[in-house]
């Protein structure tokens, strides 16, 4: 069976995009974007609701071409295109690359995919997150959170119908006060 994280960045009050879906307040040191970089390359499968799926397609495939990618970002680019990815949309057609488009019921999908073979799983996409959350399919929960209060948008947790217990796994520290901590579920 494989597991699966939510991974994201995330604001001191708890939200990964502020109002109007900005994520100015997220930029990473070299630091923590090489962090990223290795949690790309480790990923066994990337589930993306649409609007994260947009974002990252936007920029990603062609990042290790445009005039001064640093090679982080051509690393990245690489790893990020190589990375098998299931999108999940009711909205969009078609995906590319090596993404595959599900279209149906997401939580049996990513339960069917969960029940199976093959290296970890990350979900991103707070929308399609809370929807692995409220029926039990997160393994683990991981942090990066920025010293920023943005005040509104997009929150990190969503409401759920009951308790998550969680067991601490790792704390790290970052460059500019952000620090990463990782929590597993207790089953």
Do not use: C
Not at 115 to 123: N, S, T
């Amino acid at each position: 069976m494989r597991t699966l994280a939510f991974a994201m960045n995330v604001s001191l009050d708890g939200y990964v995009a502020a109002p109007g879906d900005d994520l100015g307040w997220s930029t990473p040191s070299d630091e923590l974007f090489q962090w990223w970089s290795d949690r790309v390359a480790a990923t066994g499968l990337a589930l993306y609701g649409r609007r994260l799926w947009e974002t990252m397609d936007a920029h990603w495939p062609t990042a290790d071409r445009q005039p001064g990618a640093t090679p982080a970002h051509v690393e990245y680019a690489r790893r990020w295109r190589a990375m098998p990815k299931v999108v999940f949309s009711s909205t969009i057609d078609a995906v590319d690359g090596n993404a595959r488009l599900v279209t149906g019921d997401a939580v049996a999908e990513i339960a069917r995919l969960r029940a199976g073979e093959g290296g970890p799983m990350d979900i991103g996409g707070a929308t399609l997150a809370a929807a692995a959350m409220r029926a039990g399919l997160v393994d683990e929960y991981v942090l990066v959170t920025h010293p920023v209060l943005v005040g509104g948008g997009t929150p990190f947790f969503a409401p759920l119908d009951a308790w998550v217990d969680l067991a601490l796994v790792e704390t790290r520290p970052f460059p500019d006060g952000v620090l990463l901590t990782r929590y597993g579920t207790r089953r």
